[in-house]
């Protein structure tokens, strides 16, 4: 039987891939399980639930007493439109990218592992910035834990082959293999198993890196015949910059958000400097619990004013859905 998950549901499951704390994670885990449709279809989903919930408790226990805070390893916080995670076997040019479409300055090196921990940037897309975490590489020998609470976490996956040489492409199976040993897992969508929701799939591009050396294509060619992925695919050079831009707008773009800019009902202008962000479909009622969770509680209505609407600053209710680029004056 289908799940029929509601969007409520689904609303909460994303917000669990994003938990950076066993309390967070808690708190989501238990809106999931009021959130779900009680039927006969999603009674495995909800024992699964159940369980993860009592697991939870424990961890989050077991964090207070200790005083140690979460267990997804260093902590980045998500900061930004949204989080894209490098990942790729060494030296497939990962800190290149990184620092190509950032401002941070990772090590940049001819051999292997020269990055050794997780690294973030803020990457600029017009007037926002979305993170790029750059991460140590995954091999047959060396795979670092971490990376698998930076995935989840994340809102797309940028994963990275070396199709410039020959050892680039053959460093490529292992890392998909690593990963398909534990429960994260490399997606066309992101979302969580219907069946369990342990597994998690992260949205994933395929990122081939180093066109500029001879021969890069017979190799993709090769890559695509012995390991095919049907990933949204694209070819980069992140030294010389081919492909640099397509690909930091289809980033941009996989968040698949709008961006809203608020204004006080005391200032004429709005503040054009820090649009906040939200996912394509949300309304002004989220827009005011990103302001603040209480202006959410008293919120009244907005004043909108969008290329959606004929009238500039229109009232509004909480159901109104934004479109890119409104701005939104709310009375509570
Ligand atoms: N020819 C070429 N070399 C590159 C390119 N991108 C990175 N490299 C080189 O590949 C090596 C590994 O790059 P790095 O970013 O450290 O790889 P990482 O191990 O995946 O982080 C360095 O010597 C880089 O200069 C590229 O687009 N073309
Ligand atoms: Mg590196």
């Known amino acids: 039987m289908p799940a029929n998950l509601t969007p409520q549901y689904k609303k909460a499951e994303a917000e669990y891939r994003h938990a950076q704390t066993p309390e967070d ?55 930004g439109a949204g989080r894209a995670t490098i990942i790729g076997g060494p030296n497939a040019g990962k800190s290149q990218l990184l620092a190509r479409l950032t401002r941070a300055t990772p090590e940049v090196a001819p051999y292997p592992f020269t990055t050794r921990e997780p690294q973030p940037g803020m990457m600029p897309w017009e007037d926002v910035t979305v993170q790029l975490v750059d991460t140590p590489p995954i091999t047959a020998d060396f795979f670092d834990p971490n990376i698998l609470g930076l995935i989840r976490g994340s809102d797309l996956v940028l994963l990275m082959a070396d199709v410039g040489n020959d050892d680039g492409i053959d460093a490529l199976p292992p890392v998909l293999e690593r990963l398909n040993l534990t429960k994260t897992r490399l997606g066309n969508q992101t979302h969580l198993d219907e ?111 969008s290329t959606s609407l004929v009238a500039p600053g229109t009232q509004m209710k909480g159901d109104y859905v934004i479109h890119d680029k409104d701005v939104v004056e709310i009375h509570a």
């Open 25 to 79: 994670e808690l708190r989501c885990l238990e809106l999931m399980l009021r959130e779900i449709p009680k039927h006969k279809g999603t009674d495995k989903l909800q024992a699964e639930l159940k369980a993860k919930i009592s697991k939870a408790k424990h961890e989050s226990e077991h964090a207070r007493k200790t005083g140690k805070k979460g267990h997804h390893g260093p902590q980045i916080q998500r900061q």
């Open 195 to 305: 069946e369990d929701i342990g597994l998690s799939f992260t949205r994933t591009f395929l990122v081939l890196n180093k066109i500029d050396l001879p021969g890069y294509e017979d190799r993709i060619a090769l890559l695509m015949e012995f390991c095919p992925l049907d990933f949204q695919t694209f070819s980069i050079s992140a030294e010389h910059g081919t492909g640099l831009e397509e690909l930091r707008n289809a980033i941009y773009q996989s968040l698949d958000v709008v961006r809203v800019y608020t204004k006080l009902p005391s200032k004429k202008e709005a503040d054009f400097d820090r649009p906040f962000t939200l996912k394509r479909g949300g309304t002004l009622h989220d827009v005011a619990e990103l302001v603040h969770r209480d202006l959410a509680a008293t919120f009244k209505y907005a004043r909108v004013w």
